[in-house]
């Protein structure tokens, strides 16, 4: 018989039973075994099961049967005594190795996820999707969004990681995840729909204006796909040689994804918006919509089709180049500026003319912002000095190719200035005219809109709300680690991206859900992976620490920006801080080091995702 050792006691107590079992031996004898077991259910409505506290061997091998039953009696009451003071005893083998599952790890802090993903829909949804396997869709998108969020990987080094979830028996394999992401890139537009809905249902839709902006991801190989994939040699954001994929996509004011489109690698951003439009306002039940965009999506055509469609936009213009001329005269013209030595403007309307859909020109009218910020200007002088300064190294050195685009401030020319004569020799220089050029419009910025009752400080308010998108281009980069990608066929392709673009929407309802204690996604991840537990006997369940970082002390500057300090902030543990400001935007509370399997199960049922209703 295996000897025990007593380990610990925990919070809560439970049933507690006597169990006299008959044990028939090969030689026909019969003896009865004594132990003290405990009644627990492993989860809610599952059926109950009992772990063995103690074994106290035969009764016919006992020479005092008495005394043994008394000692038996005793410990059972001993049991009941501490379950009545809210505390109990387990123990566990001594032989046990480490690697037994009763010792297995596992997070619980998908559980805040999981109430996202019910209330969105998405289990009913993939539910209804017609598929032959002995598996749930549901089961594998929800398995691959949470990691995706969580702890992102290749989907093969995810697999590796199914049983990581606590109360989660996931039953498929990687061949039955490939295959499942075919139905995931089938199903990519009505899914993103259905979440539309649900977003509509249960916060609703703010369209006072919408942010699109378009970005690229890049692929773990080195070879483009055949003509009119997907994966394909473009301009990479990122200076990347690989393939790569474009992804354009829509936000609403609530910083809520509303619809995410792919596009060849080769496709320039600026063809992306009409498309991208015409689907989200056929397909979302979407009203009038203010476009807001910077100067890559800002073409003629793109403004003519979304006027033309009773939209509106605001969007930058480039003041530099051949591009720019259109404003710069007007921009350097010191006539009609409105501020100080810090912040200057000017404001005005203008007719332009704009071709219809019948392709006949009418004349409209747009607003037009020109500003000029101190601190712009010198931040623009700063990266400038950079790139001259890397230029002017590398030549004088001559040892490398000129890089980082400080080879727009060198110029080649092969005429000796002193005798006007043709070199052979090719000389590179810096340009000093396209620098001097360049500097004049350092901090000058414009902004054009169709509003025509936008002030200054709206069009500025609305155009700066732009980098939420660019935030959430970094959070799919950096957070959910989107690329590099390894998937290969399409379907394969639109299913990674369906699941980073559901995983990004479920953190930013996170966050939105937070209001004024929102943390960035990086501090809700390590929150929620710090939530880790094990169930040595399969009853109690120990929890670790959710916390383990030192929070540093923040100060509010005199332009309201808050920023850390170098100083610890009084032994405030982050990770702590932020789960309790997550708990409490659930409205649940759970903070003790250990507690029966029933209650923690109770606890963990009780997370309900329920946002409140945009008021905008």
Avoid at 49 to 78: H, N, P, W
Avoid at 311 to 330: A, F, H, I, N, T
Avoid at 426 to 446: A, P, S, T, V
Avoid at 548 to 554: N, P, Q, T, V
């Amino acid at each position: 018989m295996q000897s025990s050792a007593i380990i610990g006691l925990w919070k809560q107590g439970g049933v507690f039973v006597i169990r006299k079992d008959k044990v028939r031996f090969s030689d026909g004898s019969v003896k009865t075994h004594v132990r003290v077991v405990k009644s627990y259910r492993p989860g809610p409505g599952m059926t109950p099961k009992q772990a063995t506290l103690k074994s106290f061997g035969y009764l016919e091998d006992q020479t005092d049967r008495g005394a043994f039953l008394g000692e038996v009696e005793a410990f059972d009451e001993a049991q009941r005594q501490q379950a009545r003071q809210k505390q109990i005893v387990f123990s566990v083998p001594a032989d046990r190795r480490n690697a037994d599952a009763f010792n297995r790890k596992q997070g619980y802090g998908y559980r805040y996820l999981e109430s996202i993903y019910e209330a969105l829909g998405i289990r009913a949804f993939l539910d209804c999707v017609t598929f032959k396997g002995e598996y749930r869709l549901a089961d594998v998108f929800e398995f691959l969004t949470f990691k995706r969020l969580l702890t992102p990987s290749s989907k093969r080094e995810t697999m590796q990681e199914i049983r990581q979830f606590y109360n989660k028996n996931y039953d498929f394999s990687l061949a039955d995840a490939y295959r499942a992401m075919d139905k995931f890139g089938e199903v990519s537009i009505e899914l993103q729909k259905h979440l539309n809905e649900r977003i509509k249902a249960l916060i609703g839709r703010d369209q006072s204006y919408a942010f699109y902006d378009v970005t690229n991801y890049y692929f773990e190989t080195d070879f483009a796909g055949k003509k009119g994939d997907l994966q394909q040699k473009g301009v990479s954001k990122e200076h990347q040689l690989s393939p790569i994929v474009q992804l354009g996509l829509f936000m609403d004011s609530n910083q809520l994804p509303i619809a995410m489109s792919l596009f060849p690698g080769n496709t320039s951003d600026s063809v992306t918006i009409q498309p991208v439009m015409k689907e989200i306002k056929a397909n979302y039940g979407l009203g009038r919509l203010v476009v807001v965009a910077d100067k890559g999506l800002n073409s003629q055509s793109n403004i003519d089709y979304i006027v033309g469609e009773g939209d509106g936009y605001v969007v930058s213009q480039v003041l530099r180049g051949p591009k720019g001329s259109r404003y710069r005269e007007m921009v350097l013209d010191p006539e009609g500026y409105v501020g100080n030595n810090e912040y200057k403007y000017k404001l005005f309307e203008e007719e332009y003319e704009s071709k219809t859909t019948a392709k006949k020109k009418i004349v409209r009218k747009r607003k037009v912002l020109i500003y000029w910020s101190q601190e712009e200007s010198d931040y623009a002088k700063k990266k400038r000095g950079e790139k001259i300064e890397r230029a002017e190294k590398q030549l004088r050195n001559n040892a490398y190719g000129i890089s980082h685009r400080a080879d727009e401030y060198v110029t080649t020319q092969n005429i000796i200035k002193a005798t006007g004569e043709v070199s052979d020799q090719e000389l590179q220089k810096l340009d000093y005219e396209k620098i001097q050029e360049e500097e004049r419009l350092d901090g000058y910025f414009c902004i054009i809109t169709s509003e025509l009752g936008y002030t200054a400080q709206k069009i500025r308010e609305v155009y700066h709300g732009l980098w939420r998108i660019e935030e959430s281009f970094r959070i799919t980069k950096s957070d959910l680690q989107t690329r590099p990608i390894f998937v290969r066929t399409q379907e394969h392709i639109k299913a990674h991206f369906v699941i980073c673009y559901t995983a990004l929407l479920m953190a930013r309802l996170m966050q939105y859900h937070m209001g004024e204690q929102a943390i960035s996604v990086d501090r809700i991840k390590e929150a929620l992976n710090a939530c880790m537990c094990v169930s040595p006997d399969g009853n109690a369940v120990l929890l670790d620490e959710v916390g383990g970082k030192l929070a540093f002390k923040e100060i509010t500057t005199k332009k309201g920006e808050v920023i850390e300090t170098l100083a610890y902030s009084d032994g405030i543990d982050q990770i702590a801080e932020d789960y309790r400001a997550i708990q409490d935007a659930f409205g649940v509370s759970f903070d003790y080091a250990a507690s029966t399997r029933e209650s923690f199960n109770k606890y963990l049922k009780s997370i309900k995702f329920k946002p409140k209703k945009s008021n905008k």
